[in-house]
C-alpha cells in the first residue's frame, strides 16, 4: 500500500464550512418512491442478479458511510467509470440558496472502489433496504444497476448506485474549479460539501486507493476555504477542531 499522503483540505478547514440549515424535504422536481416502488425495483434488481453472493461497489459515501452489514470487503476496479461530481443537490449536502454537488459515476476512465459483500440470506430485504438508502426519487432509478468489476480474485457483478445521467445531473460538467466553489460554500442538514469530499479523499487514501482528480480538487477547495475565511495558508481559526 503506498504511503498516505497529507492533505490539503484538513478537518478544521472543513469545520469553517459548516452551518445549521433546515431539512426541506425531497426536491419538488422530483416524484418520491413509494414502498410498492421500492419492493417492485427490489425484485427487479434481484431477478437481474446472478443469485450469487450479494456485492456492493462503493466509490464514495459508502465507503466511510456503508449503513449496512458486511462480511468481506476487498478493492475492486469499474472500468469504463469514472468519479465525477455531476449530481446537483438542494437538500442534504446543500440547500435551494447554495445548491450542492455531489458524485456520481460518469462514462469513461475507471474507478477503483471498494466492494462490500453482505451477509447471504434476505437478498431482496437486503437490497431493497440499500435502495431505501441511497435513492428517494423515481427520476433516481436509472442510475442503478449491476457493474462489472475486477477484482484480485477475478471479474465479479456489484450493485452500483448513481451510475450514469439522470434528471437530477447537471447539464454541463463544471471545470475543477467551479466544483471547488461549489463545495467550500455548500451546507445542508447532513453536512458541508467540503466534508463529503474530506471524508471521501481521506478514507480512499487508507485503502490506498489514489484519485488524481479528487486529491487535486481537495487541495482547490482547501484554498478556495482559505479564500473565504482570509486565512494564511497553514493557518487555522482558533478552536476550530470539530466538524459533523
Known sequence: MPEKRTMSLTSDLVALCYREEPNMGLDS?????????????AEKLEAESDHGPLWVFAYGSLIWKPEFDSVEMK?????GWHRAFTLEINSWR?????????????????????????PDGNRLEQIERMLRREVSETEGVQAVRWLPVRTVDGPQMALGFWVGETPRSISHRHPPSEV??????????????????????????????????????????????RRLHRLEEGAKRPGAGHHR
Open 29 to 41: 422536481r422530483f416524484t418520491p418512491l413509494t414502498d410498492d416502488d421500492y419492493r417492485v425495483l
Open 94 to 118: 446543500g440547500s435551494r440558496e447554495q445548491p450542492g454537488l455531489m458524485m456520481a459515476l460518469a462514462r469513461g476512465g475507471r474507478c477503483d472502489g471498494v466492494i462490500y459483500r453482505l
Open 180 to 225: 471547488a466553489h461549489i463545495l467550500a460554500r455548500a451546507c445542508g442538514h447532513i453536512g458541508s460539501g467540503a466534508e463529503y469530499l474530506y471524508n471521501t479523499v481521506s478514507h480512499l487514501e487508507e485503502f490506498g486507493i489514489r484519485d488524481r482528480n479528487l486529491w487535486r480538487l481537495q487541495a482547490l477547495v482547501a484554498d478556495e476555504i
Open 75 to 79: 478493492p475492486a476496479t469499474a472500468f
